[in-house]
């Protein structure tokens, strides 16, 4: 665990890395129409104004035939915005205010700006920063939760917030710091449900790591809590080259599990490759190259990152992976996972390989701590994760002892078994488990095997928690509990 001094340095870099797509999000040619978008956009989505301004902007093109609208015809092209009537009073204002004083152009001044009807301090930012180039930084709903979230304010109203903001962060970046905040508050940090757990963030965050109340939902976050929310055979010999020396700045991950807790211990400007399996978070599909399967993953473009590290798993790489990546010179390390313990182990192995001891400990200890207790024998449970022919995790895997770490008794071979109709029959599950992957399983196979076993419990459920270890270890254990 980090220090939750904020640290604001660090924190536009990682948002910059994470949301190399931020930018403003309203549609908009000129800064007449951006204008008159930023005052639709209050209380409503960007993407509905997007929906409305087309037709809007056809009709009224300028200041001028804004003017001169009449007001039943602008309430009726605005009204899904919602507080249509006060808008279109507003719009109308702005059209005749910017006629009479300004020639029909939007003013750069910030006063003269503000001065005009419909635009208070917040949209006059938005039009400086966007429309003008003029560094401001508006904060809106998303900005004035992650701040505070992050520790970068203690205050309770957007205009002082801002303020903190303006002062910890240089002049230049407050434009790009407004859309990548607003971005995060999006995507990641949501107000009701903070993804804290796959936050690029989350060692930074006091709110994250528990240190703080959650200053927005007044409680306080734990990684398990439900605000903060792939296998195969063959494989790298465990025990096998572990390079030591500098922590490794230029990470390439095979496992696409790791790559998603990389980024959640913070680690993702340290990513320099990654498997096209490696989906997780979203935004890493568009900041980190990919090279390749895991199974053959492109040697030569692995070469070409100069990674000083490799990252594997057992299961998840080929052997010949490794012994290549020694041919290279490449340091790699490979992890074995068949058990939640294994989890435990290898977030402290790689938190000590990657200088990130604390947060580490902290999730380790974490999960160490969910693994006591009595369990209950629950329901024998047969988790498929293929078909045609069927195949099934058996209960020497990561998902078996996820299965009995969580209560359910485990059925099948060991490992990763084919098996026939006849094979699955005999087995007599009371519950069977259909994850959407790394087989895309669905309803209509929920419907065919239910029909086959019509005194067992069959249910499709989430692939990612029962198969990604590390990075939803927990969630995959909460998962596999809702079954006892
Ligand atoms: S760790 Fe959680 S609360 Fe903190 S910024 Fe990330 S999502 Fe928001």
Avoid at 149 to 164: F, I, Q, W
Avoid at 235 to 240: K, V, Y
């Amino acid at each position: 665990m980090r220090s939750s001094k904020p640290q604001p340095r660090e924190i536009q870099a990682r948002l910059r890395a994470a949301y190399p797509d931020a930018r403003c999000a309203l549609d908009h040619r000129d800064p007449f129409q951006l204008v008159v978008a930023t005052i639709l956009s209050a209380q409503c989505t960007d993407a509905r104004v997007n929906l409305t301004t087309p037709a809007l902007f056809a009709r009224y093109p300028n200041a001028a035939s804004l003017a001169a609208a009449r007001t039943e015809e602008l309430e009726a092209l605005i009204k899904s915005t919602g507080f249509f009537r006060n808008k279109a009073k507003n719009l109308i204002g702005l059209g005749q205010a910017l006629m009479a004083k300004h020639g029909g152009r939007v003013p750069s001044d910030p006063a003269e700006l503000g001065a005009l009807p419909g635009v208070g301090q917040k949209t006059a930012n938005v039009v400086l920063a966007n429309a003008f180039g003029v560094p401001a930084l508006a904060v809106d709903t998303h900005i004035f939760r992650v701040a505070r979230r992050l520790g970068l304010s203690k205050a309770a109203t957007p205009e002082k917030v801002e303020a903190d903001l303006c002062q910890a962060f240089p002049r230049e970046d407050w434009i790009e710091l407004h859309h990548q905040l607003i971005f995060h508050g999006r995507r990641t940090c949501d107000a009701r449900r903070p993804a804290c757990a796959a936050c690029p963030l989350l060692d930074l965050c006091p709110t994250g790591l528990g240190q703080i109340k959650d200053p927005h939902l007044g409680v306080r976050l734990t990684l398990a809590s439900p605000q903060a929310s792939v296998l195969s055979p063959q494989a790298a010999a465990p025990g096998a080259q572990v390079p030591t020396g500098d922590t490794p700045k230029r990470i390439v991950s095979l496992v696409p599990s790791v790559t998603e807790l990389l980024v959640q211990w913070g680690l993702a400007a340290r990513l320099a490759g990654r498997t096209r399996y490696c989906i997780e978070p979203k935004w890493i599909r568009n900041t980190v190259p990919a090279v390749g399967g895991t199974k053959n993953p492109d040697l030569d473009r692995i070469r070409d990152l100069a990674p000083d590290l490799v990252i594997l798993e057992r299961d998840e790489n080929p052997k010949e992976v490794a012994d290549a990546l020694t041919a290279l010179g490449i340091p790699w390390l490979a992890l074995e996972i068949r058990t939640v313990k294994d989890c435990v182990r290898a977030l402290r192995q790689l938190g000590e390989r990657l200088g990130a001891v604390e947060v580490a400990e902290s999730r380790a200890s974490a999960l160490e701590a969910t693994l006591t207790g009595r369990r209950r024998k629950g329901p024998r449970t047969l988790a498929l994760i293929w078909k045609d022919p069927w195949m099934s995790a058996g209960p020497d895997t990561y998902v078996g002892d996820l299965l009995r770490t969580g209560g359910l008794a485990p059925l099948g071979p060991d490992r990763y078994p084919t098996l026939t109709d006849d094979d699955l029959a005999a087995l007599s599950p009371e519950l069977i488990l259909l994850p959407t992957e790394p087989y895309r399983f669905n309803r209509r196979h929920q419907a065919e095997l239910q029909r086959r076993f019509p005194d067992a419990e069959v249910r499709v459920v989430d692939g990612q928690a029962l198969t990604w270890y590390l990075s939803r270890t927990e969630l995959g254990l909460d998962l596999v509990r809702s079954f006892r």
